[in-house]
């Protein structure tokens, strides 16, 4: 896909949804020549990584598990990678189909996606095809992703909400439930990107109610973060303050989702900045918040030193402001009608009365592009420089912790450690500290043992 950078006809000129008819002749315009044949192939290849990926991912954790990990006892970040690889093994194969068509219609004359084609004023052969076909396709895969994406950013909030409040996390069983019920609702929703195509009403009104209904175990999480929250002596450590931010953003983007979801007001908004600014606020910022979570968390982990808090801060601050004040004026261009796509909105006399917004759009961007470097100078300098780590920095449970500060083969000096409760017994009535590792047995803790922890 980057050598497609320095061909002479140009890297792929299709959009990134690479519609037909641009993405299925590649006479169509110069991008959709060799550029488009190169974007393609990267695609089949990425696919089958993040298959293999999603099944070693899978076969790990259901046969790997060590002594005493239940199920039920695993971190809610394990379960949300298990079932971001479940959902990607499920759901990228159709994208692989979708693209193999593609490559066949485009190299050996066949009619999946074209009918009724005209070029230069000459009508081409194909016929039978629908370009909707690779729509449904396409946006099959198009959903899970956002979950594929998601999940994991959610399952590191998971773990350092709980860790930096210092109190279980609430409503352990609801909260694998839900990514359970999200995952399966992410494949029976992908119509809402379509409501534009001509769909039949009926089938509108069926993607709209699950659609909608999506947002119930979503909204479950959101309760249990906000529960977990709530009263807890809360450590407002960088990672903290990021996980905090993912779900600040997981509520605003939701809410907009709800408009989007919903056909009769879809109509209305579709392909307009609106889009934009609800799919970067909930996927984007929230995914990429939950990455920076997990990156400040587990970075003594990885190099044995401690981030910068300071410059941890300073980077949170501005993002979380850059990322608000470049989305949220987004949703009243949408509102006004500004289409996302276009090259120059200024070519359109009724689109000038937004450049204001535009522009602070852009200048907000701008910051948010220049915080990141402090987080990459932070990064860099503490793996070298920073302040040496202690085993355990943060009192987590979770076993990864109880592994010695020096990297060793298999991370264990000897076996591998026996778990012998869940990952979330934090400041527990009668006991010693305000955690007890996932490692330490029942009967080491009798003081502070509830009926049935034996």
């Given at each position: 896909m980057m050598w497609s950078v320095f061909i002479e006809t140009g890297p792929a000129s299709g959009g990134w949804t690479i519609y037909p008819p641009l993405s299925a002749l590649p006479q169509a315009m110069p991008g959709s020549g060799m550029g488009m044949t190169l974007w393609l192939v990267s695609m089949v290849l990425f696919i089958v990584s993040a298959l293999l990926g999603g099944i070693n991912y899978i076969a790990t954790v259901i046969n790997l598990r060590t002594k005493g990990m239940s199920m039920m006892r695993l971190p809610l970040t394990i379960w949300a990678f298990l079932i971001t690889a479940i959902l990607g093994v499920l759901s990228f194969p159709v994208l692989f189909a979708a693209?193999?068509?593609?490559?066949?219609?485009?190299?050996?004359?066949?009619?999946?996606?074209?009918?009724?084609?005209?070029?230069?004023?000459?009508?081409?052969?194909?016929?039978?095809?629908?370009?909707?076909?690779?729509?449904?396709?396409?946006?099959?895969?198009?959903?899970?992703?956002?979950?594929?994406?998601?999940?994991?950013?959610?399952?590191?909030?998971?773990?350092?909400?709980?860790?930096?409040?210092?109190?279980?996390?609430?409503?352990?069983?609801?909260?694998?439930?839900?990514?359970?019920?999200?995952?399966?609702?992410?494949?029976?929703?992908?119509?809402?990107?379509?409501?534009?195509?001509?769909?039949?009403?009926?089938?509108?009104?069926?993607?709209?109610?699950?659609?909608?209904?999506?947002?119930?175990?979503?909204?479950?999480?959101?309760?249990?973060?906000?529960?977990?929250?709530?009263?807890?002596?809360?450590?407002?450590?960088?990672?903290?303050?990021?996980?905090i931010g993912l779900v600040s953003f997981f509520i605003s983007g939701g809410l907009t989702g709800i408009i989007l979801g919903d056909s009769a007001l879809d109509i209305n908004i579709h392909d307009t900045y609106f889009v934009v600014a609800h799919f970067h606020i909930v996927m984007g910022a929230s995914a990429i918040f939950g990455m920076f979570a997990g990156v400040y968390h587990w970075f003594p982990r990885m190099f044995g030193r401690m981030m910068n808090k300071t410059l941890g801060y300073i980077h949170f601050w501005i993002t979380v402001i850059a990322v608000y004040g470049v989305f949220f004026p987004m949703h009243f261009l949408g509102l006004a009608g500004v289409p996302r796509r276009y090259y120059s909105n200024s070519a359109y006399e009724s689109f000038m009365d937004m450049q204001n917004i535009n522009e602070l759009v852009t200048v907000m961007s701008m910051i948010g592009g220049v915080a990141q470097l402090i987080f990459a100078f932070n990064f860099f300098y503490s793996m070298f420089y920073g302040k040496k780590s202690e085993q355990n920095p943060w009192g987590s449970n979770t076993i990864e912790w109880t592994a010695p500060v020096e990297h060793l083969h298999g991370n264990w000096p000897g076996e591998i450690p026996t778990v012998h409760r869940w990952a979330y017994d934090y400041s527990k009535p009668g006991a010693e500290h305000d955690f007890i590792p996932q490692t330490t047995p029942y009967s080491q803790t009798k003081g502070s043992n509830l009926p049935g922890e034996e």
């Amino acid at each position: 896909m980057m050598w497609s950078v320095f061909i002479e006809t140009g890297p792929a000129s299709g959009g990134w949804t690479i519609y037909p008819p641009l993405s299925a002749l590649p006479q169509a315009m110069p991008g959709s020549g060799m550029g488009m044949t190169l974007w393609l192939v990267s695609m089949v290849l990425f696919i089958v990584s993040a298959l293999l990926g999603g099944i070693n991912y899978i076969a790990t954790v259901i046969n790997l598990r060590t002594k005493g990990m239940s199920m039920m006892r695993l971190p809610l970040t394990i379960w949300a990678f298990l079932i971001t690889a479940i959902l990607g093994v499920l759901s990228f194969p159709v994208l692989f189909a979708a693209a193999l068509l593609l490559v066949f219609d485009r190299s050996f004359g066949t009619s999946f996606y074209l009918s009724d084609i005209f070029i230069g004023g000459e009508a081409l052969h194909n016929s039978g095809g629908s370009p909707i076909l690779f729509q449904h396709l396409f946006w099959f895969l198009g959903h899970p992703e956002v979950y594929i994406v998601l999940l994991p950013a959610l399952g590191l909030a998971s773990e350092v909400i709980a860790t930096q409040s210092r109190k279980p996390i609430f409503g352990y069983k609801a909260m694998v439930v839900s990514m359970l019920v999200i995952a399966f609702l992410s494949f029976i929703v992908w119509g809402h990107h379509m409501f534009m195509t001509g769909m039949n009403p009926f089938l509108g009104a069926v993607f709209t109610f699950t659609t909608l209904l999506i947002a119930i175990p979503s909204a479950v999480k959101v309760f249990n973060y906000i529960a977990t929250l709530w009263k807890a002596n809360i450590q407002l450590t960088p990672a903290m303050c990021f996980a905090i931010g993912l779900v600040s953003f997981f509520i605003s983007g939701g809410l907009t989702g709800i408009i989007l979801g919903d056909s009769a007001l879809d109509i209305n908004i579709h392909d307009t900045y609106f889009v934009v600014a609800h799919f970067h606020i909930v996927m984007g910022a929230s995914a990429i918040f939950g990455m920076f979570a997990g990156v400040y968390h587990w970075f003594p982990r990885m190099f044995g030193r401690m981030m910068n808090k300071t410059l941890g801060y300073i980077h949170f601050w501005i993002t979380v402001i850059a990322v608000y004040g470049v989305f949220f004026p987004m949703h009243f261009l949408g509102l006004a009608g500004v289409p996302r796509r276009y090259y120059s909105n200024s070519a359109y006399e009724s689109f000038m009365d937004m450049q204001n917004i535009n522009e602070l759009v852009t200048v907000m961007s701008m910051i948010g592009g220049v915080a990141q470097l402090i987080f990459a100078f932070n990064f860099f300098y503490s793996m070298f420089y920073g302040k040496k780590s202690e085993q355990n920095p943060w009192g987590s449970n979770t076993i990864e912790w109880t592994a010695p500060v020096e990297h060793l083969h298999g991370n264990w000096p000897g076996e591998i450690p026996t778990v012998h409760r869940w990952a979330y017994d934090y400041s527990k009535p009668g006991a010693e500290h305000d955690f007890i590792p996932q490692t330490t047995p029942y009967s080491q803790t009798k003081g502070s043992n509830l009926p049935g922890e034996e």
